[in-house]
């Protein structure tokens, strides 16, 4: 371009006309390898060379020999201090990295540059121009500045990671953690640092630890490991440990990295399923598992025992094949609870074994949530009561034959009565005094007979003494108290006589007489006080001599209820106070 010419009218004129000391510079600089630029005169007109011209990119050439504002305008504000400042008082200016803002390729950004701006002296050693050599710097500024936010963003990542993170030296010594491998552990960073990863193992994890070190050593191979760490407390701590080769730019293993990751929960509720399997697989209950579209999820042993079908034949399928027909309506009904959140509470019902037969099972139902707390399933278990029901079935029919046979021994004592005692007056009497008490001892059997033959409720007692009466001549008050078998007898035939007695002679011999039968109980002490109180009935005359009801009443009772009975003649009805001592617990 300098020797093509045409520099007459150009502010440099034809470099015929030049001054020594800007031909010589431009001389130093047309065939150097370093980006050079230089700024002549007042204008500060422009000469580059080759080198420098991919710098200014689109404003090559047209900028070259022409006043350096024309073509670095955007920057202009910056680099004329610097020019002006070499010009005027001769320094040489110099910087490292030097910014500037720049549109070369028609968009705007930041350059950066190491310059040396010198002084270029005529004869007299007047300054007349600028010889700038430079150095853009701008990749490598650029590559450093994302380098350094990489480490920065890594920084902040092993720094505030959930995840212990650690680098190592090829024999164990732990050279670097960050917090949460602090945190985890329960030491201080300056405290880990400098131990061995040995020192910090459960000792039996150190021998397929060790193993599994030297292999990556040797091969550079990365390793996964569920291992154990001690805490600094003592306690163990359960984690997933990624160990990885730090290399060179040779690829030489120098170190290694470790990623722990907390599995002390997770490990927990290993065990507890670990747990829960055991004792579901070795329950005597048939436990099973269902999905709300009531399909079979799990299967126990117990399972297949009472349904007869085994894991692999039933899971998969609908619970509704265990089902009765006259029974379908239950499955959906316990789902509707279950999808309720409702858990059902055992109950007996019957289901279907492979076989065909029906099974009787107490049943209990509960819902299955899922790690996000919602309900998924249910949990059936089932409980065999065949035996049971077998056995109650048995037992009802012994006791009703026993409740017949004994029927028919009173049937056949009050014939025998009947055919021993004649049929006069006087002893007709005493036949039928004799068939009314044994028929109250018939009524306290048939109460027994309803339970188990071992007790009967004191009310269900009293009202059946009663029975042969108006129900609106009595007021029955009390607590609910169990009899044991003895105490029913005895209390039935004392009742009977005084009802009779109050039939004959007494409130119950009128119209508007009354009964008041009313009695407490002492649940830790066992002591029970009845009274029978008539009112409203003739007036009492007390009797001259004791008559076999009154004594069968003392007697009876005090033997057979560890108690005593009170009977008081009031002119205005008949009290009997009865006080028995019963077993607290029964």
């Known amino acids: 371009m300098i020797e093509s010419g045409g520099w007459d009218m150009s502010v440099l004129g034809p470099p015929s006309s030049w001054p020594d000391c800007l031909r010589r510079a431009v001389d130093i600089m047309l065939p150097s390898k370093a980006q050079i630029v230089l700024f002549w005169g007042p204008a500060f007109a422009a000469l580059y060379n080759e080198a420098y011209a991919p710098s200014i990119g689109l404003r090559h050439p047209k900028a070259f020999g022409r006043p350096a504002q024309e073509n670095w305008s955007e920057l202009w504000d910056d680099l004329e201090p610097l020019l002006r400042q070499v010009l005027d008082t001769g320094e040489t200016v110099a910087a490292k990295d030097r910014p500037f803002y720049i549109e070369r390729h028609g968009h705007p950004e930041t350059v950066y540059f190491d310059i040396s701006y010198s002084p270029i002296l005529d004869e007299d050693r007047n300054v007349r121009g600028v010889f700038c050599i430079v150095s853009e710097t701008t990749d490598r500024i650029r590559v450093e500045h994302a380098l350094r936010q990489s480490e920065e963003r890594l920084r902040a990542v092993v720094s505030q990671s959930a995840a212990g993170i650690g680098q190592g030296s090829l024999d164990g010594e732990i050279l670097h953690v960050n917090s949460r491998f602090c945190e985890m552990l329960g030491y201080d960073e300056h405290e880990l640092v400098g131990k061995n990863i040995r020192d910090i193992t459960h000792p039996e994890d150190l021998t397929e630890q060790g193993r599994l070190y030297r292999l990556l050593v040797e091969t550079g191979k990365s390793f996964d490991i569920e291992k154990r760490y001690l805490r600094k407390d003592g306690n163990v701590l359960w984690v997933n440990n990624t160990v990885s080769p730090l290399r060179d730019e040779a690829g030489k293993i120098l170190q290694v990295a470790v990623v722990s990751i907390d599995i002390s929960e997770r490990k927990k509720n290993q065990e507890v399923e670990r747990l829960l399997a055991s004792i579901i697989a070795s329950s005597n209950d048939a436990i099973i598992g269902i999905d709300l579209a009531m399909t079979i999820t ?67 139902v509960s819902p ?12 059936k278990i089932a409980h065999d009561i ?11 029919v012994l006791i009703g034959e026993l409740h017949h046979r004994v029927k028919n021994v009173f049937a056949t004592v009050i014939a025998i009565a009947r055919q021993t005692f004649g049929k006069d007056n006087s002893e007709g009497e005493a036949v039928s005094a004799f068939e009314a008490r044994l028929s109250a001892m018939a009524h306290a059997h048939d109460l027994l007979a309803q339970d188990d033959w071992q007790r009967a409720e004191l009310t269900a007692v009293v009202e059946q003494a009663v029975a042969p009466y108006p129900p609106e001549r009595f007021e029955i008050i009390g607590v609910p108290v169990l009899l044991p078998q003895k105490a029913v007898a005895s209390l039935s035939l004392a009742l009977h006589e005084l009802g009779t007695n ?85």
């Open 298 to 364: 799990s299967w126990n042993t117990a399972a297949e025992r009472l349904y007869g079908f085994k894991a692999e034949e039933i899971v998969g399928r609908s619970v509704m094949g265990l089902v009765p027909e006259d029974r379908l309506e239950e499955e959906p009904a316990l789902l509707s609870q279950i999808k309720a959140g409702f858990r059902v509470e055992p109950y007996e019902t019957k289901r279907r074994h492979k076989n065909g037969r029906l099974v009787d099972v107490l049943l209990s």
């Open 368 to 379: 299955i949530f899922d790690s996000a707390g919602q309900i998924v399933g249910a949990s």
């Open 386 to 396: 065949s035996a049971r029901k077998e056995a109650e079935r048995l037992q009802s």
């Open 502 to 586: 109050a039939a004959k002679y007494g409130a119950l011999s009128v119209s508007e007489g009354k009964v008041a039968i009313s009695w407490t109980y002492d649940d830790k002490t066992g002591a029970l006080n009845l009274r029978w109180q008539e009112k409203d009935g003739p007036p009492v005359v007390p009797p001259t001599r004791k008559g076999f009801g009154s004594r069968l009443v003392e007697r009876l009772l005090a033997a057979e209820m560890h108690g005593r009975s009170t009977i008081i003649y009031d002119p205005s009805g008949v009290i009997c106070d009865i006080e028995a001592q019963l077993h607290p617990h029964v």
